[in-house]
């Protein structure tokens, strides 16, 4: 398609290419990564998810060459070379391929026989995607994996799959042969022997990825319109990829800490006497919880931004009340506004021109849940900031947060058609190229009005999303089914967010279509207690699902996991804190931890929350053992406090109330007490739980919701520990004190240490000893502690 190389110029950072047929350029964003860009649809770039002035690019020196006809642009960590057709080779300082485009064409393996006997019966046509417009082919040596592409369903390493991207509201079950789901998150991450790479294709319309199923020489990714517009992200390690492509585009902000709490929620939480009935059964019971979340039956009619008077005659009264519980509300907002005459929000948007069009400009008109709605076009600035305004409305009633659903988005009477123009800030553009980005416009909105509005860290929640999103919301996976397979495949879902930037995700605990069996409740509860989002949700008409509709033992589990979520929020806090400072998230699959021990890279029944903590839920019905595979180094079971050698499969015992826990020697762990919701009481003490090994770790702490942190206003500790020959060493550093409410004490609690005496900076100290482990309470200004067995 391009033809032989003319020629080159340098402008600034990029490299400009001239081919006999058209013409791109080279950007070097940063030492590691390159852009890599056609003008096919704009002359520019003009991404959604990549914001300027944007932290990921550097000012850095880089040198072109030229030789036996390819072009060598090289910056202090990779070598690009450019060859006639626009092929693209990237290697690594050394001289080492990492990268190289694929020289052949396509070439998918046959489909014998004619499908169309086997429609007759109702069975989906097997086809082989066809050409498309962009296509890029990337050469594959045979070890690769292939991970991160957001929320798609299949296994952990998506190698031998192939996806699409186009934001999809499909209520069947979500199987693997659904290529696309809610999200369009077009980064992926290549392991390598050598080295890890990621690659971002950023290209709002409909992009097609196969990642080795047609050819096992190659893989590729392409697209039918828009720019081939894509970002290499160099490693070596998979961690590096996580950290540069969220540089790019954008790092989850440090949540409120309530917002890491427990989230109840039901399809038909309504009058509000059912809200308060919920609320008090979760203090009855002795179940923590910090938000109840309103679905659509709240609204008057469906319509946004109302309340329905009868079932809901005082909402600020009834946020009020709960708020005195301990209990946030948390409403819901779809994009479909109705279509109605005299409904305020619809007249003013109708009046401003500020709806999606059909193309000879008259306002698109599809039905979602209020019947015959239109669609504001997030596209368009004064759009955003008209919704973005609209927040307040929600906040002046106590809500805490919203959730935007439908956003992808949905319609009830067929698909958008392609040609539903929006006006796409100033450059109008049609369906086509705003519909994955669509609710990430939305969600951008909702952000900003809450910032706006509220001064504090927004909490949104969204289903749809595009890359980037995750700078604006949390998401959650959608409607699965209260089905073993779903809690199956919520942790490689899970963990492929996360690697795709989304720090703060979680899934419908409990599953949301479908009756949920009580057993299946425990297990999910029991993964749900590390899933960064925690939200129990259920579709209306479903068998309840709180925990006490069940029995006791479930109760009693659920209550039990439940509890322990919230005595390791501030550790789950300090997780997102990372995330906000590093890109990756709570949730991680092994691969990103031990990215060269093989055993890992196919995990997807394991997870690790945070770096140290390994998780190896049940997610069989009836199981009460199972095979967990402990990655080099010792591990401490939760269960039974033995020290067992990693680097190799075992097998652990899970009755109902266990999920097997393993935390790593060295490991200094933050817990809070028992609390019902975040803020219940001040805690004075931390808990500072301590493997003993050697490690490090760092803990923040401030005031939980306002942005003051940014301003200096936090703690930050510095906890340290190495074994001695007496025993153990360990140091406490405030290294930060901005926050004057911060704790007093710190109490320690060494695990497997039984000390015959301790000191607390050459003092002696007083300590208890019980069972083998040693207690201690010492100030929050730290000091070092020297534990002699
Ligand atoms: C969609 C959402 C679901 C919600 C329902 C009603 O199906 O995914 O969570 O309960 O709409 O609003």
Request: aromatic share 12%; proline share 6%; net charge negative.
């Amino acid at each position: 398609m391009w033809g032989k190389r003319t020629g080159y110029e340098k402008e600034g950072r990029r490299v400009k290419l001239g081919f006999e047929s058209g013409e791109g350029w080279i950007e070097v964003v940063n030492p590691r990564v390159v852009h890599v860009f056609a003008p096919l649809h704009t002359p520019e770039p003009k991404s959604r998810a990549v914001e300027q002035p944007n932290p990921a690019f550097e000012d850095c020196e880089y040198r072109v060459s030229e030789r036996d006809g390819q072009l060598e642009i090289a910056t202090d960590e990779l070598v690009v070379r450019v060859y006639d057709h626009f092929y693209v080779d990237i290697h690594d300082a050394a001289g080492t391929p990492i990268c190289l485009d694929y020289r052949g064409g396509r070439d998918p393996f046959l489909r014998r026989g004619n499908v169309s006997i086997a429609e007759g019966e109702g069975h989906e046509a097997m086809r082989t995607s066809g050409h498309h417009k962009i296509e890029v082919l990337k050469a594959m040596e045979g070890g690769e994996k292939f991970y991160g592409l957001g929320d798609k369903t299949g296994p952990l390493n998506k190698r031998g799959y192939e996806y699409e991207m186009w934001n999809t509201d499909d209520p069947s079950p979500h199987v693997e042969s659904h290529k696309a789901l809610y999200k369009s998150i077009p980064f992926f991450i290549t392991l390598k022997e050598r080295a890890a790479y990621g690659l971002f294709f950023d290209n709002p319309f409909k992009t097609f990825f196969d990642l080795g199923k047609e050819n096992s020489a190659y893989y590729y990714f392409g697209a039918d319109d828009g720019n081939l517009d894509y970002y290499f992200i160099y490693g070596p390690e998979v961690k590096d990829v996580v950290t540069r492509y969220t540089a790019l585009t954008g790092r989850t902000p440090l949540p409120q800490l309530w917002t890491l709490g427990a989230h109840q929620s039901r399809w038909s939480y309504a009058p509000e006497s059912r809200v308060l009935e919920v609320a008090e059964k979760f203090r009855e019971h002795d179940l923590p919880l910090d938000a109840i979340h309103l679905d659509i039956d709240y609204m008057d009619g469906y319509r946004v931004f109302t309340w329905d008077n009868e079932r809901f005659p005082d909402p600020a009264e009834l946020t009020a009340r709960l708020r005195d519980m301990g209990i946030k509300i948390v409403t819901i907002i779809d994009p479909g506004v109705k279509k109605d005459k005299g409904y305020r929000i619809y007249d003013e948007g109708l009046e401003k021109g500020y709806y999606a069009t059909d193309k000879d400009g008259v306002t698109y008109v599809n039905s979602v849940w209020p019947g015959d709605s239109v669609y504001p076009d997030f596209s368009d600035e004064p759009v955003r900031s008209w919704w973005a305004d609209h927040q307040k409305i929600m906040l002046d009633a106590g809500v805490a947060g919203i959730w935007n659903d439908m956003n992808e988005p949905a319609s009830f009477t067929g698909p958008l058609p392609d040609d539903v123009q929006f006006k796409n800030d100033g450059r109008p553009a049609d369906h086509r190229e705003i519909h994955n980005v669509y609710g990430h416009l939305m969600s951008q909105a909702t952000f900003d009005g809450i910032r706006e509005a509220s001064g504090k860290r927004p909490f949104v929640i969204t289903r749809a999303a595009y890359a980037g999103t995750q700078k604006y919301s949390t998401v959650w996976t959608g409607d699965n089914q209260s089905f073993w397979e779903h809690l199956r495949l919520s942790i490689p879902q899970l963990m492929n967010l996360g690697l795709s930037g989304f720090a703060f995700s979680g899934c419908d605990v409990g599953g949301f279509s479908h009756d949920c069996t009580p057993e299946l409740l425990v297990r999910w509860v029991q993964v749900g207690a590390f899933s960064p989002l925690f939200r129990n949700h259920t579709a209306i008409g479903t068998r309840d699902q709180e925990p006490w509709a069940y029995d006791e033992e479930t109760l009693d589990a659920y209550r039990k996991a439940m509890k322990l979520r919230y005595r390791l929020l501030p550790y789950l806090y300090d997780l997102m804190r990372e995330a906000e400072n590093t890109g990756i998230a709570p949730l991680r699959p092994l691969v990103l931890e031990y990215p060269h021990d093989e055993q890992v890279h196919e995990i997807d029944d394991q997870f690790l929350f945070g770096s140290r903590i390994l998780v190896a839920p049940i997610v069989e019905q009836g199981k009460r053992h199972r095979a967990v595979y402990l990655p080099e180094g010792k591990w401490y079971d939760d269960r039974t406090g033995e020290l067992l050698e990693g680097g190799r499969t075992i097998l652990a015992e899970a009755p109902l109330d266990v999920c097997p826990i393993y935390v790593q020697a060295g490991t200094l762990l933050p817990a809070y007490p028992d609390r019902k919701y975040v803020g219940e009481r001040k805690i004075d003490e931390l808990l500072l739980y301590v493997y003993p090994g050697s490690g490090e770790y760092t803990h923040f702490e401030d005031d939980g919701e306002s942005f003051a942190y940014r301003d200096g206003d936090y703690n930050e500790y510095r906890f340290s520990q190495a074994e001695t020959e007496q025993g153990l060493a360990l140091r406490l550093e405030k290294r930060h004190a901005g926050y004057a409410d911060g704790y007093t004490m710190i109490r320690v609690a060494v695990h497997g240490v039984e000390a015959a005496s301790v000191t607390l900076d050459g003092q002696p100290v007083e300590f208890e000893t019980a069972d083998g482990n040693t207690e201690l309470l010492v100030p929050a200004e730290g000091g070092e502690i020297l534990l002699n067995a």
